[in-house]
């Protein structure tokens, strides 16, 4: 569960029943300024790669990009992501969905499923390294933003 979310106060959020659903789970919810994802800046990253990735794709038909979206949102899911070392669908499902490249025949051994066990505990194991590979690049990022800064002992 989350600690916390970042809402652009749409109604839906603003509601007797979401707030007492947030506050019942114990998730802090946090409104941004209408209309500017800057505010949060998951979103403005995220924004900023699904038009960079649209625009790679639309070319000079600009009316078409509707139609792209699906493929857009697939690709960007499936890509392994620099902070977290695993893509968004790995992290959520346990596995990358295939794609036509995948379906080329692989040996027996690389087609069996693996029992839920093991699947279990694949996503348990994964979902540990993403949160230490989010944290070692949390302390990175400190690190980085505090170097050649002052603090209280130096003044």
């Given at each position: 569960?989350?600690?916390?979310?970042v809402?652009?106060?749409?109604?839906?959020?603003?509601?007797?029943?979401?707030?007492?659903?947030?506050?019942?789970?114990?998730i802090?919810?946090?409104?941004?300024?209408?209309?500017?994802?800057?505010?949060?800046?998951q979103?403005e990253?995220?924004?900023?790669?699904?038009?960079?990735?649209?625009?790679?794709?639309?070319s000079?038909?600009?009316?078409?990009?509707?139609?792209?979206l699906?493929?857009?949102?697939f690709?960007?899911?499936?890509?392994?992501?620099?902070?977290?070392?695993?893509?968004?669908?790995?992290?959520v499902y346990?596995?990358?969905?295939?794609?036509p490249?995948?379906?080329?025949?692989?040996?027996?051994?690389?087609?069996?499923?693996?029992?839920?066990?093991?699947?279990?505990?694949?996503v348990r194991?994964?979902?540990?390294?993403?949160?230490?590979?989010?944290?070692k690049k949390?302390?990175q990022?400190?690190?980085?933003?505090?170097?050649?800064?002052?603090t209280?002992?130096?003044?």
């Amino acid at each position: 569960m989350p600690r916390s979310i970042v809402s652009d106060r749409d109604t839906r959020f603003l509601s007797y029943f979401w707030k007492t659903l947030w506050c019942k789970l114990g998730i802090k919810l946090l409104f941004s300024t209408t209309c500017h994802p800057q505010t949060d800046g998951q979103t403005e990253v995220v924004n900023r790669t699904l038009g960079t990735l649209l625009r790679a794709i639309i070319s000079k038909n600009l009316k078409s990009w509707e139609e792209c979206l699906p493929f857009v949102e697939f690709a960007y899911n499936r890509s392994v992501h620099f902070t977290t070392g695993f893509s968004p669908f790995e992290i959520v499902y346990g596995f990358n969905p295939l794609t036509p490249m995948d379906l080329l025949s692989l040996p027996m051994s690389e087609r069996l499923n693996l029992d839920g066990k093991k699947k279990a505990d694949y996503v348990r194991t994964l979902h540990e390294k993403v949160r230490t590979s989010i944290e070692k690049k949390i302390q990175q990022y400190t690190r980085q933003a505090n170097k050649g800064k002052k603090t209280r002992e130096d003044q």
